[in-house]
């Protein structure tokens, strides 16, 4: 890495009429360094979220770090929305004040897709972690009026793609919002038994079919266990699972 005043220096001189084989010489620098800084990005790079838009800026071609995004889309399918109804979009996913590592990677999951600055309101037993951003929407086109078990939830063709490329990581956000781990007792023959299982539960039947598609595409098995709630028990399923997921902490 060079130093940001190094980059100035280059720009200054070839501002003043040099070209890129004579401010590479006088800074003893690679032509095509300085060539990247003059001429291929001749303006310092901007972080504003305008930028990080993959859908408005053509300079970006996917939501940045697409296995967070994974991740994200999973929070905000489960305990997520969006209000856009204010001047500026605002994305809110609650999380439980139990979980207080959840929090924060539900914090740095929005830091890392989009948001520049993250709000923590605390509620009663829970924390809406926010961001308002002109951008939410267009990353998560989802958004609409009304609670998400009462419209469809269709995911488009980018956002499959990226699931696609990463269940796991959209499973992890399903499970960290509307699933758990947790221990199961059955008792067969008057002998009782504890082994762990992973239950997803969710009214959105849109919803829960993404959530059978993300296992499905891992060769996790899985069942219903009620009309709204899934279940994955089997040792080698929870295994796996386990490695995407695990318990929430
Ligand atoms: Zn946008």
């Known amino acids: 890495m060079h130093p940001p005043q190094m980059r100035a220096r280059a720009r200054a ?36 979220t305008e930028l990080r ?5 053509p300079n970006v ?22 209000v856009t ?10 999380c439980s004040d139990a979980w207080p590592n959840l929090i924060d990677a539900c914090d740095g999951a929005m830091r890392a897709v989009l948001a ?8 009663q037993g ?17 958004h609409g009026p009304g609670k998400k078990h009462e419209r469809p939830i269709v995911l488009v063709d980018w956002q499959r793609a990226i699931i696609e490329g990463h269940p796991g990581h959209f499973l992890r956000g399903l499970f960290h919002s509307d699933g758990c781990r947790s221990a199961n007792r059955v008792t067969v023959r008057g002998k009782e038994y504890v082994y762990p299982r992973y239950l997803f539960s969710n009214r959105s039947s849109d919803i829960m079919s993404l959530c059978q598609w993300a296992l499905d595409l891992l060769d996790i098995s ?11 028990a089997r040792r080698d399923a929870v295994a796996t699972l386990d490695r995407h997921v695990g318990p929430k902490s």
Not at 61 to 82: F, S
Request: aromatic share 12%; with cysteine.
């Open 61 to 82: 071609g996917n939501p940045t770090d697409p296995e967070t995004y994974a991740y994200l889309l999973g929070l905000y399918l489960g305990d997520g929305h969006m």
């Open 116 to 123: 520049n600055k993250v709000q923590r309101i605390q509620k």
């Open 222 to 232: 899985w069942r219903m266990n009620l009309p709204w709630s899934l279940s994955v």
């Open 53 to 57: 838009c993959f859908r408005c800026s």
């Open 13 to 48: 001189l070839r501002a003043r009429g040099h070209n890129i084989h004579s401010v590479a010489r006088a800074l003893s620098l690679p032509y095509s360094t300085v060539w990247h800084w003059c001429v291929d990005r001749p303006k310092p790079a901007k972080f504003g």
């Open 85 to 94: 109804t204010d001047r500026v979009p605002v994305l809110r996913i609650y």
């Open 126 to 142: 829970c924390v809406a972690v926010q961001s308002t951003g002109k951008h939410w929407p267009c990353l998560l086109p989802q």
